[in-house]
C-alpha cells in the first residue's frame, strides 16, 4: 500500500468531493479516509487514499489532481504519507 | 492515522512560514582525480563531478514534489582544491584552471555552488596551499557558482597568523577584482577555525579528508516556523519559551532527515549528517533577528541579544538532536547580515553593531558573516577582525568564521546589493584604531592550554 495525503482547500461549493472522487475512481486510487471541516463558506478537507493501483507517475497525479482543483476551484495537493508521518510520530 | 489538524499544521509551515530544506549537498571526494598532468586533472576532476552529480538536481525536485516541501538548493562539495591541486599546480593561474572546472561542472549539472576552492592552513601553509590562497581573487572573479573557504585555526593547531595576515590582502584583493558588483567576490569566501569536515552550507563546505568517495549532507531551515511558535508564547516564562523552541526545531528537522534519507537511497550515495542550522533568507519573516525580536527585544542589538540566541541556538540543538540519526555541520543558528532582513535593518539603524556581532558569535554558529564594511578598510584591519574571530573558536572549541565584504568604492552608511540569497545590507562602520603592529609579528598563536587532554 502506498498512502498519499491529498488536501483540498477553498470555497465549498456544490459537488467538489464526488468530482475528486470520481478523478480518484477513474485512475484506480482507493479512498482510505476523509475528513473535513467547513465554516464561513470554506472547505478543509483530507483525504487519506492508497495509490498503489495508479499506473502513472506521481507527477501526473499532481498534474491530474490540478486540472480538477481547477474545475471545482480549490486548491488539491497530493503529498506523500511519511513527511506527515516524520513530523508528528515518534 | 494522521489527522487533519497535523496535515494542515505541516503545510501551514511549509506555505505561510517558509518552511523548506535549505540544502542537499552532495559531497564528493576528488582524491581519485589526482596527477601531475594539469589537463588530465581537470578532465578527472570535470568528468568525476558530472558522473556522479548526474541526477542529483532532477533527485531534489522529484522528492519536492513528492512530499510537497520546497528544497532550496542542490549542491556540491569537493575535496579542498588545495590538497587535489597539490601534485599538478605549479602557479597561482594553474589552480584557476581548476575554479573554471568546478564551475563548468556545476553548470553542466545544474547546482547553484560548488564548495571547496578550499585550504586547511590551521597550522602551517604547503606551497600547494599559498598558490591556492593567491589565486583566489582571480578564481572567484571569474567564476559564478565557485566558493572558496579557508581554515587558518584550530582549537588543537592554534591560529596561523602568517594565513590571517595574507588572507586580509585576498579579500581586500577579492573585494577589487569583483568591485563592479559591490564586491561579491567576498560573499563566496569564509575563513574558518574548526571548520566541519561535513558541512552543507556554502560558502564554507567542502568534502573532508576524513569522508568518505561521496555522500549526502542536508541542510534544514525554518527560521519562520520558530519565530511563529515564539510569537506565540509572548510573555510566558523561560521554561515555556525554550520548550516550544524545542519542539519547534524537532518538527522542522524531522523533515531534513526524511529528504535526506530519501535523498540518499535514490542516489544510491550515502547518507551522512542532518545539519540542524536555523538559516534565515531575505524573505519577510524568514529572519533569525525576528525570532530575537519575537523573545522580547526591541531590536536585535539591543542588550539581551546573546542571552536571547544562546537560548536559541541551544534549544535548536537539543529539540534537532534527538529528531535525527546523524547530527553534524555547523549545527546551530546563522546571524548572516544581509541575508536576513530584520538583521541589516538593526544595522542599518545603528542598533547592531560589528562588536555587539562578535559577542553573539561566541555563542551561536557560525561567525561575522556577509558583513559590509566599508571599501576603504585596510587589510590589517580585516586580518585583525579574523584573529579575533578565530581566538573565539579556537578557545571555545567551536566553529567560528568571517565572511567580511569590503565593498570598494563605498563607506559606512552606503548601501550594498549582493542580490537574491545573498540580500543587501547597509556598510556597517568598521573600527579604525590600528592593528599593524599586532597582525604582521608573523608566525602562529599556540594552541590554548585546554587542547591537551591527551
Known amino acids: 500500500m502506498e498512502k498519499t495525503i491529498v488536501t483540498l482547500s477553498g470555497k465549498d461549493t456544490v459537488g467538489i468531493i464526488a468530482k475528486v472522487c470520481t478523478f480518484f475512481a477513474e485512475n484506480g486510487i482507493n479512498i482510505l479516509d476523509i475528513s473535513q471541516t467547513t465554516g464561513d463558506g470554506r472547505i478543509d478537507m ?45 | 492515522m494522521i489527522t487533519l489538524s497535523e496535515v494542515l499544521e505541516t503545510n501551514n509551515m511549509i506555505q505561510h512560514e517558509n518552511l523548506d530544506v535549505r540544502t542537499i549537498t552532495l559531497g564528493i571526494n576528488l582524491m581519485d582525480c589526482m596527477t601531475d598532468d594539469l589537463d588530465r586533472l581537470n578532465e578527472n576532476i570535470y568528468s568525476k ?33 588545495g590538497i587535489v591541486g597539490s601534485p599538478a599546480c605549479r602557479s597561482p593561474e594553474d589552480f584557476v584552471t581548476i575554479a573554471k572546472t568546478l564551475d563548468r561542472a556545476a553548470a553542466k549539472v545544474g547546482v547553484n555552488f560548488i564548495g571547496g576552492y578550499s585550504a586547511l592552513v590551521m597550522k602551517d601553509m604547503t606551497s600547494s596551499d599559498r598558490m591556492l590562497m593567491e589565486s583566489i581573487p582571480e578564481a572567484l572573479a571569474e567564476t559564478e557558482n565557485v566558493c572558496s573557504s579557508i581554515s587558518v585555526g584550530s582549537t588543537r593547531a592554534g591560529i596561523n597568523m602568517d594565513a590571517v595576515r595574507m588572507m586580509g590582502d585576498i579579500i581586500i584583493r577579492t573585494a577589487e577584482a569583483t568591485r563592479d558588483r559591490d564586491s561579491i567576490g567576498c560573499a563566496k569566501l569564509v575563513v574558518f577555525c574548526n571548520p566541519a569536515d ?11 579528508v576524513v569522508e568518505g568517495d561521496a555522500v549526502i549532507n542536508v541542510g534544514v531551515s525554518g527560521p519562520g516556523v520558530v519565530k511563529t511558535a515564539v510569537e506565540k508564547v509572548k510573555g510566558e516564562n523561560f521554561e515555556v519559551l525554550c520548550e516550544t523552541i524545542k519542539r519547534t526545531a524537532f518538527k522542522v528537522t524531522r523533515i531534513g532527515q526524511l529528504v535526506g534519507h530519501e535523498a540518499a537511497r535514490r542516489l544510491g550515495i550515502p547518507f551522512g549528517i542532518l545539519d540542524l542550522s536555523l538559516a534565515p533568507t531575505p524573505a519577510v519573516g524568514d529572519s533569525i533577528a525576528d525570532i530575537l525580536q519575537g523573545m522580547g527585544l526591541e531590536r536585535v542589538g539591543a542588550p539581551g541579544t546573546t542571552a536571547a540566541l544562546a537560548i536559541l541556538n541551544d534549544q535548536v540543538k537539543k529539540g534537532g538532536v534527538m529528531a535525527s540519526s546523524y547530527v553534524g555541520g555547523l549545527s546551530g543558528a546563522f546571524i548572516p547580515v544581509s541575508e536576513d532582513r530584520s538583521m541589516a535593518e538593526a544595522a542599518e539603524i545603528g542598533a547592531l553593531t560589528l562588536e555587539k556581532l562578535e559577542a553573539m558569535t561566541c555563542v551561536c554558529s ?12 585596510s587589510a590589517a584591519t580585516i586580518s585583525g577582525i579574523i584573529a579575533d574571530e578565530m581566538a573565539i573558536g579556537m578557545v571555545n572549541q567551536k566553529t567560528t568564521a568571517v565572511r567580511l565584504i569590503p565593498v570598494i568604492g563605498k563607506e559606512a552608511g552606503d548601501h550594498a546589493e549582493f542580490g537574491g540569497l545573498l540580500g543587501s545590507a547597509p556598510i556597517m562602520p568598521v573600527n579604525t584604531y590600528r592593528c599593524d603592529g599586532f597582525v604582521d609579528r608573523g608566525g602562529r598563536i599556540p594552541a590554548p592550554i585546554h587542547s591537551f587532554k591527551n
Open chain 2, 198 to 208: 561535513d558541512n552543507p552550507f556554502m560558502a564554507g563546505a567542502f568534502h573532508g
Open chain 2, 366 to 377: 557560525v561567525g561575522l558573516d556577509m558583513i559590509a564594511v566599508p571599501g576603504s578598510t
Open chain 2, 49 to 81: 563531478i558530472t558522473r556522479l552529480a548526474k541526477d542529483l538536481v532532477s533527485v531534489g525536485e522529484e522528492i519536492s514534489l513528492e512530499y510537497g516541501i520546497p528544497i532550496v538548493n542542490k549542491r556540491i562539495s569537493v575535496t579542498p582544491i
Open chain 1, 46 to 90: 483530507m483525504m487519506v487514499v492508497d495509490t498503489s493501483g495508479f499506473k502513472g507517475r506521481f507527477k501526473d497525479l499532481v498534474d491530474g489532481l490540478d486540472r480538477v482543483g481547477e474545475d471545482v476551484g480549490c486548491t488539491i495537493k497530493a503529498q506523500h504519507e511519511a513527511i506527515f508521518d516524520m513530523m508528528h510520530r515518534i
